[in-house]
């Protein structure tokens, strides 16, 4: 059995390759959105030229003015599909006699769409006329005409056939003549004429339209007849096999509301199945929004081929443990939401994600391999009193998602309330740190770190403020998780770097830098071309910067991680492990990474006088930092007898509220001048 990968494949390139007709897709509101070689040929735009452009191009100025474009589609939208012909005009200006036909696409009863066909009908229209005009000469102009022609007398017996009318219906050339027309219809399995083909012939009893068209299906195939009455009561007939481009329209139709990988339908299509569902509902409308929690591990460590057959695999799980009635969409790359049909309790909704957990969670295989998934699930509901639109529903869920993952990945939420204005909250700080960033709404304050002996100040950690234009001052524990989630923290940095450097090289020399660089600043390619560029504009000497990491910083990619601290040793730029001890892994750390520097976290700081545990751990560092050489700081020091038990154990750099609180850099010199440290210090030249 063919693979949707396959399918759809074959379904492009048979579109691809139609050249006789145009095929293209509009929008609700009659906006090109697709254009395939045949329309080009047809029209003479490129698709850059004609996608977004209404179909009213394509008419006469009389046409427009009568609305004819507009007619048509309203036609096709109320019947499910509008055929038509007339004059249409390509892009050179030149004009030609189309057959249209227009088809709705529907996605469970939702119109979300259409499909024009058009079929450049000059060359037939002027044929039909001519033999009209010319009975004398209509045998022989029919022997030249390549498509299928009749001619049919008033009892619609045929009068004549062209040698393609005989080869379509596969018959000696002459051999109908005089049988009537409904006989060479007969299906030659002996069915029954089809609802489509007894219209057709009540058309050719009754009709009074000068032309008509009809599509029939005909010994497994579909025909377009076209008729047109003559002056002395006959009729002439057109017919021309469609079924390739009839396939090619289905497989046109299907792109636009599938999923290519998984076959699933897709976004657009739920929205319009939404729609119909909440319009007028008098019952609860429940949504279930699925989240992989490790196909991006997949996609790495096996390869995106496994990542697609774990995404099929997921589609096929759903599908199957769904019941009659519920379906599945793909949403996203790695996210889909399943449509609960009916009103069950939310108990019922429950116990259905629960089921749809477990299926996700049991192992993959993938060519002999084991592959771990899971998933996460939010749920949420409209009631016909919301009044919800599908957006507010899919955001409801959305929510509930978030806060599935934010607990731990692996869970189910309902959403609430709370979510909602948890996410409200959010979404306005992620509006407005987009402000700020760009608002210049961002300060530095710096924190000195002291010399254990009272030497002086050794220098300055910065640490980044975030002051509204308001006045309110939001702390770091705020906003910095939200820049990391939403990729800002690399032009977040990028500012730190570049302004750190700048007010530092006017202290005086002996004095450091400390600037923080986060987990998502390591992974930036450009991390290192920052940190240079904000060396060269300050001119800081790279001996006085120090960069802290943290150790959740370094778990990702721990080659990557060597590589950036070789890099920045080897510029002279100092290395040190922040929050020592609060996360994994640091003695490896330690060995294999070339840090300068060890900075003891305030979690085992604080306690340092009552908890032997805390004094083992401190007592513990400072062994291991001595036999390897490094620097140590301790931060969080607020009294005097944390200052001497650390003092006694000869750690060398204290930080915290006992030496001074973070400062503006403005008060810096004020600061330096009470701690007895040089304030005169030299500025770089402007």
Request: charged letters at 25%; hydrophobic letters at 40%.
């Given at each position: 059995?063919?693979?949707?990968?396959?399918?759809?494949?074959?379904?492009?390139?048979?579109?691809?390759?139609?050249?006789?007709?145009?095929?293209?897709?509009?929008?609700?509101?009659?906006?090109?959105?697709?254009?395939?070689?045949?329309?080009?040929?047809?029209?003479?735009?490129?698709?850059?030229?004609?996608?977004?452009?209404?179909?009213?191009?394509?008419?006469?100025?009389?046409?427009?003015?009568?609305?004819?474009?507009?007619?048509?589609?309203d036609t096709a939208r109320r019947d499910g599909r509008c055929e038509d012909q007339g004059w249409r005009y390509r892009k050179d200006g030149s004009r030609f006699w189309a057959n249209v036909v227009i088809d709705a696409v529907e996605v469970d009863g939702e119109i979300v769409g259409f499909?024009?066909?058009?079929?450049?009908?000059?060359?037939?229209?002027?044929?039909?006329?001519?033999?009209?005009?010319?009975?004398?000469?209509?045998?022989?102009?029919?022997?030249?005409?390549p498509h299928a022609t009749c001619l049919l007398d008033a009892d619609l017996r045929i009068v004549l056939g062209n040698p393609a009318f005989a080869a379509l219906l596969g018959i000696n050339r002459g051999a109908g003549e005089g049988e009537r027309f409904a006989d060479l219809l007969r299906d030659p399995s002996g069915e029954a004429p089809k609802a489509a083909t007894l219209d057709l012939l009540e058309d050719l009893r009754q009709t009074t339209c000068r032309e008509v068209s009809h599509e029939i299906d005909w010994n497994a195939r579909t025909l377009l007849v076209i008729l047109r009455r003559?002056?002395?009561?006959?009729?002439?007939?057109?017919?021309?096999?469609?079924?390739?481009l009839r396939r090619s329209?289905?497989?046109?139709?299907?792109?636009?509301?599938?999923?290519?990988?998984?076959?699933?339908?897709?976004?657009?299509?739920?929205?319009?199945?939404?729609?119909?569902?909440?319009?007028?509902?008098?019952?609860?409308?429940?949504?279930?929004?699925?989240?992989?929690?490790?196909?991006?591990?997949?996609?790495?460590?096996?390869?995106?081929l496994a990542g697609d057959a774990v995404l099929k695999e997921v589609a096929g799980r759903l599908s199957k443990g769904l019941r009659d009635g519920d379906r599945a969409y793909r949403v996203g790359g790695d996210e889909f939401i399943v449509l609960v049909d009916g009103s069950p309790s939310a108990g019922d909704v429950a116990a259905m994600a629960k089921r749809l957990h477990d299926r996700l969670a049991s192992p993959f295989d993938f060519e002999g391999r084991t592959l771990g998934m899971g998933c996460?699930?939010?749920?949420?509901?409209?009631?016909?009193?919301?009044?919800?639109?599908?957006?507010?529903?899919?955001?409801?869920?959305?929510?509930?998602?978030?806060?599935a993952k934010h607990?731990?990945?692996?869970?189910?939420?309902?959403?609430?309330?709370?979510?909602?204005?948890?996410?409200?909250?959010?979404?306005?700080?992620?509006?407005?740190?987009?402000?700020?960033?760009?608002?210049?709404?961002f300060r530095l304050f710096y924190q000195p770190v002291s010399k254990a002996d009272g030497a002086g100040i050794e220098g300055f950690?910065?640490?980044?403020?975030?002051?509204?234009?308001?006045?309110?001052?939001?702390?770091?524990?705020?906003?910095?998780?939200?820049?990391?989630?939403?990729?800002?923290?690399?032009?977040?940095?990028?500012?730190?770097?570049?302004?750190?450097?700048?007010?530092?090289?006017?202290?005086?020399?002996?004095?450091?830098?400390?600037?923080?660089?986060?987990?998502t600043q390591m992974r930036d390619p450009l991390l290192m071309e920052r940190v240079r560029a904000a060396l060269d504009r300050s001119g800081l000497d790279p001996h006085r910067l120090e960069v802290e990491i943290t150790e959740t910083a370094m778990i990702t990619d721990h080659a990557q991680t060597l590589s950036i601290l070789m890099e920045l040793r080897a510029m002279g730029i100092l290395v040190a492990i922040d929050d020592?001890?609060?996360?994994?892994?640091?003695?490896?750390?330690?060995?294999?990474?070339?840090?300068?520097?060890?900075?003891?976290?305030?979690?085992?700081?604080?306690?340092?006088?009552?908890?032997?545990?805390?004094?083992?751990?401190?007592?513990?560092?400072?062994?291991?930092?001595?036999?390897?050489?490094?620097?140590?700081?301790?931060?969080?020091?607020?009294?005097?007898?944390?200052?001497?038990?650390?003092?006694?154990?000869?750690?060398?750099?204290?930080?915290g509220y006992l030496i001074a609180r973070p400062m503006p850099v403005s008060e810096l010199k004020t600061f330096l001048a009470k701690a007895g440290a040089p304030s005169d210090a030299r500025t770089r030249a402007a």
């Open positions: 059995m063919p693979s949707v990968h396959s399918d759809d494949l074959q379904s492009r390139l048979l579109i691809q390759s139609v050249t006789d007709y145009a095929i293209y897709m509009l929008s609700l509101d009659g906006h090109v959105t697709s254009w395939n070689p045949g329309a080009e040929l047809a029209k003479g735009y490129r698709a850059e030229e004609i996608l977004g452009r209404h179909i009213g191009c394509f008419y006469g100025e009389s046409d427009r003015s009568a609305g004819i474009p507009e007619s048509n589609l499909a024009k066909v058009t079929r450049d009908c000059t060359e037939q229209r002027e044929q039909a006329l001519a033999l009209a005009a010319m009975s004398d000469h209509l045998r022989t102009v029919l022997s030249f005409n003559a002056e002395d009561g006959g009729t002439v007939l057109s017919l021309e096999d469609v079924t390739e329209q289905k497989a046109v139709l299907r792109k636009a509301t599938h999923d290519a990988l998984t076959d699933l339908q897709n976004r657009d299509a739920l929205q319009a199945r939404l729609g119909a569902r909440l319009a007028g509902a008098s019952a609860p409308c429940w949504l279930l929004y699925v989240d992989l929690d490790r196909l991006k591990a997949v996609n790495d460590t096996h390869g995106h996460s699930i939010g749920i949420a509901v409209s009631r016909p009193e919301d009044e919800a639109t599908p957006s507010d529903l899919v955001d409801r869920a959305d929510i509930a998602l978030y806060q607990d731990g990945r692996g869970c189910v939420r309902f959403h609430d309330e709370e979510m909602a204005l948890s996410a409200l909250k959010r979404r306005t700080m992620e509006m407005q740190l987009r402000q700020a960033i760009s608002g210049e709404e950690e910065a640490l980044i403020r975030w002051t509204q234009p308001c006045g309110t001052m939001i702390p770091p524990g705020d906003f910095i998780p939200l820049a990391e989630e939403l990729g800002l923290m690399a032009e977040i940095g990028n500012w730190v770097f570049q302004t750190a450097c700048l007010e530092a090289a006017s202290w005086p020399s002996h004095l450091t830098l400390a600037v923080n660089v986060s987990a020592f001890g609060t996360g994994y892994s640091s003695l490896s750390f330690l060995q294999t990474l070339p840090f300068t520097r060890i900075k003891i976290d305030r979690s085992f700081v604080q306690d340092i006088a009552s908890n032997s545990q805390s004094m083992a751990i401190v007592r513990g560092v400072m062994r291991i930092s001595r036999d390897l050489g490094l620097q140590v700081t301790a931060e969080g020091v607020e009294t005097d007898e944390q200052r001497e038990i650390l003092l006694g154990e000869s750690c060398q750099n204290l930080q």
